[in-house]
């Protein structure tokens, strides 16, 4: 089966760095998504990787390893507005997204 | 504003009722797709359309159904709504096929359902 796991929550500070770590099975793949939630609120794109390496985005970069079947988001210099959900989504085969269930980042001062 | 439109906002509604949400893609994008999360629940996926034809379906129920429509607009419909079908319910829209970049899902606001 398709299979995607990720934490399903994290405590981090403010100011510091945290890596949201986020594994995946799935029937062939063709790369990986991360979006961004606020409660209630849409999902938000924030990164795609296909090839293996890390995509630096400003606070956010993104690591893929297709051979280990593993991706991170780490975010540096965290700030109170990035408490929220991350979800890890993995395209298969048929570019179809297999979503992990989220990882709850919770900041503190 | 990621372009793609969901109306109602809110929708209010009793056990047994039926009740359609609507959904308009981004300007370009062919594929729709429909997803429910339940309070403090992750994402599920319900139906994928492109371009007018069922691409992909995922746990819904028999009791839900959707379509897309010539001008790529789609409509979920939830029939004999039960008190656990209260959630939120996203579209999201793509370009759509077999590119990375194409399959980058946008979604819109969400209909927040609440069934008394």
């Known amino acids: 089966g398709q299979n995607i796991d990720q934490p399903t929550e994290m405590t981090a500070t403010e100011g510091a760095i945290v890596q949201i770590n986020c594994t995946y099975q799935t029937s062939g793949f063709n790369g990986l998504f991360w979006y961004q939630q606020h409660a209630g609120e849409a999902p938000t794109f924030l990164s795609y990787?296909?090839l293996d390496g890390l995509e630096e985005k400003g606070r956010f970069s993104s690591f893929l390893s297709r051979s280990k079947g593993y991706s991170y988001l780490l975010l540096k210099e965290l700030q109170m507005k990035d408490s929220a959900s991350y979800l890890c989504a993995a395209i298969d085969e048929d570019y179809q997204l297999i979503w992990g269930a989220g990882t709850k980042l919770i900041i503190k001062p | 504003d990621s372009g793609v439109t969901q109306t109602p906002k809110h929708l209010i509604t009793a056990t047994g009722q039926r009740v359609t949400l609507r959904c308009s893609p981004r300007s370009g994008d062919l594929s729709v797709y429909w997803y429910q999360q339940s309070l403090d629940q992750g994402l599920q996926f319900l139906i994928q359309y492109y371009n007018g034809e069922e691409r992909a379906k995922g746990n819904i129920l028999e009791r839900f159904s959707a379509q897309q429509f010539p001008d790529l607009h789609s409509e979920l419909n939830l029939s004999s709504l039960e008190l656990g079908d209260s959630a939120l319910y996203f579209c999201?829209?793509?370009?759509?096929?077999?590119?990375?970049?194409?399959?980058?899902?946008?979604f819109g606001p969400g209909t927040r359902l609440l069934v008394l």
């Open positions: 999201a829209s793509s370009v759509g096929g077999e590119e990375v970049w194409v399959a980058t899902q946008y």
């Open positions: 990787n296909v």
